[in-house]
């Protein structure tokens, strides 16, 4: 199991910016797809950003022009830089991973596929 642990979050103004952090420890898997999702209350999951372990890239098309993901294996952490923020990004945001993973393309945005979740940190926009 991956242990993941959410922070960046926070209140912000419609065209700011947030960057959101997520710590991994506990894998066991060079081959570790990481991603981001969001759920507001009573609303499923929505894949926003995903990440494999060659670098390949996926992102949801409300976010694509905005949001930038990324990750430091050295530090063995996932980063959601999100720029210009709109009030419907507003929503509890998680991390997660999957070991010996070897998926692509819109997978890596699909709840799906991964086993650990992190606890959320919320970010809500106002205009």
């Known amino acids: 199991q991956v242990q993941l642990v959410e922070s960046g979050g926070g209140s912000v103004q419609a065209g700011e910016s947030l960057r959101l952090s997520c710590s991994a420890s506990?894998?066991?898997?060079?081959?570790?797809?990481m991603g981001w999702f969001r759920r507001t209350p009573g609303k499923e999951y929505e894949g926003v950003a995903g990440i494999n372990s060659a670098g390949t890239i996926e992102y949801a098309d409300s976010v694509k022009a905005r949001f930038t993901i990324s990750r430091d294996n050295a530090n063995n952490t996932l980063y959601l830089q999100m720029n210009s923020l709109m009030p419907e990004d507003t929503a509890m945001y998680y991390c997660a991973a999957r070991g010996r993973c070897w998926y692509s393309g819109s997978t890596l945005t699909s709840s799906a596929i991964y086993d650990d979740w992190g606890q959320g940190t919320q970010v809500t926009v106002s205009s």
């Open positions: 506990g894998w066991g898997s060079t081959h570790l797809c």
